[in-house]
């Protein structure tokens, strides 16, 4: 049997995401060591990078350090790596360094249509695909790489039509007219595959990645990805999962990391295919140890149960999502009290008598207006005061500001 190329799949790094106000550096240093690690043990080929690389547009210094860093270490031995952006990435700031990256193995692509530059390791290159052969590989890999498609980033106006289903199914359309068109750079001799960053209709979302609807989310069907392909590889999804009703394996490699409460318990990992010409692939999910739990305390027995539980090292790696039942908010010096002595609580939450029984946990912000979504997040800053009208009132403007300046959506998280 012929040998099988080897790609490792991996998505929503992040880099520079924080929780609370804590910076997540070191745990993010340690899953890059980790898929460095794996991808030699695992003789991988080929690299695909799913988009999100950065948490925002502007990233600090050291996520570029750690991204460029990441690069350096996956693409030796004629690995190759292929990195799209996600909705977080500034498209032509992660594609700045492709001169110097196409050199190495590395071809990064910013929006769809850009066509990676030739260099070593690429038979052939056009818009939105490319064709790799890396030492010692055993076939080529035919790779058709679609960056995250906004309305903005496909550059055309989808419909005419106000109502938001057509406005869906319009994008939806689109979308797979893109894959139809890549498709025909398809090789029987090679291994075939895609990668984007999108959500498919019908995925599992977080609330690290849910979005609120100004600008308008739009989701893909399962059958607009080409049947010409063996494996599609997806980011934009947190949560490690496969998407039904695809024609061919589809599936999200989820984040590396933790990012939400409402990610709590996820098992994180990167996914290895096995690939040959013309043949199913296998796909296996490797998980990762890297990174701090995600804990949620409920302390029905008050603030005091809380000190208790902080003085006895519960849970004493992990970041902390706490619910405590009390007669009356917390104060300001209980709420400074327990992140002094338990800098891992990220959010305080208090939980009047009146409100027992209201909500188990963290409401589904998806469906919550922006306001009430403010108010949810102060609260949880102080321990349950109540912002200002003033200030709910100020933080709208801000939004609706800002989503008229992108004219593509504005996230939670």
Not at 20 to 26: E, L, V
Not at 218 to 224: H, K, M, Q, R, W
Not at 275 to 301: D, H, N, Q
Not at 323 to 346: D, F, K, Y
């Amino acid at each position: 049997m012929d040998r099988a190329l080897r790609i490792l799949h991996t998505s929503d790094w992040h880099l520079g995401k924080a929780i609370g106000s804590h910076r997540r550096w070191d745990e993010q240093e340690q899953f890059i060591d980790e898929i460095a690690r794996l991808a030699a043990e695992e003789g991988v080929h080929l690299v695909l990078l799913a988009g999100d690389v950065f948490d925002t547009e502007n990233p600090p210094a050291r996520a570029e350090e750690l991204f460029f860093d990441a690069l350096s270490r996956l693409a030796v031995g004629g690995r190759q790596v292929v990195v799209i952006a996600g909705n977080h990435d500034q498209p032509e700031r992660l594609a700045a360094p492709v001169p110097l990256a196409a050199r190495q193995g590395v071809h990064i692509l910013g929006r769809p249509g850009d066509m990676p530059p030739l260099g070593p390791g690429v038979l052939e290159s056009g818009p939105s695909r490319l064709v790799l052969q890396g030492s010692g590989w055993p076939c080529p890999a035919v790779v058709l790489a679609l960056p995250y498609p906004s309305e903005a980033r496909l550059g055309e106006l989808l419909t005419g039509s106000p109502e938001e289903v057509d406005r869906q199914a319009a994008y939806s359309r689109r979308v797979a007219a893109v894959f139809r068109q890549l498709a025909g750079a398809c090789r029987p001799e090679a291994v075939n595959l895609a990668v984007s960053h999108l959500y498919v209709y019908g995925g599992q979302i977080s609330d690290s990645e849910r979005t609120l609807s100004l600008g308008g989310a739009y989701s893909v069907d399962p059958g607009a990805f080409p049947r010409e392909v063996q494996y599609v590889a997806l980011g934009h999804l947190h949560r490690p999962q496969g998407v039904e009703g695809t024609a061919v394996p589809c599936r999200y490699s989820g984040s590396p990391l933790a990012y939400s409460f409402s990610e709590a318990g996820q098992a994180k990992g990167v996914i290895l295919v096995e690939a040959s010409c013309g043949r199913p692939v296998k796909w296996r999910e490797i998980p990762l140890s890297s990174g701090r739990p995600l804990v949620r305390w409920r302390a029905t027995g008050g603030y005091e149960e809380v000190l208790a539980w902080c003085r006895a090292g519960r849970d004493e790696r992990a970041w902390i999502d706490l619910e405590v039942h009390a007669a009356a908010p917390l104060t300001r010096e209980q709420v400074e009290r327990l992140r002094e002595i338990r800098p891992g609580i990220i959010d305080i939450r208090t939980v009047l008598p009146d409100q027992e029984g209201e909500s188990a946990g963290t409401p589904d912000v998806v469906a919550l207006p922006l306001d009430e979504l403010f108010k949810l997040f102060y609260r949880q800053q102080t321990g349950g005061g109540e912002p200002q009208a003033d200030l709910v009132r100020i933080f709208l403007e801000l939004v609706e500001t800002t989503a008229g300046e992108r004219g593509d959506e504005v996230e939670a998280g």
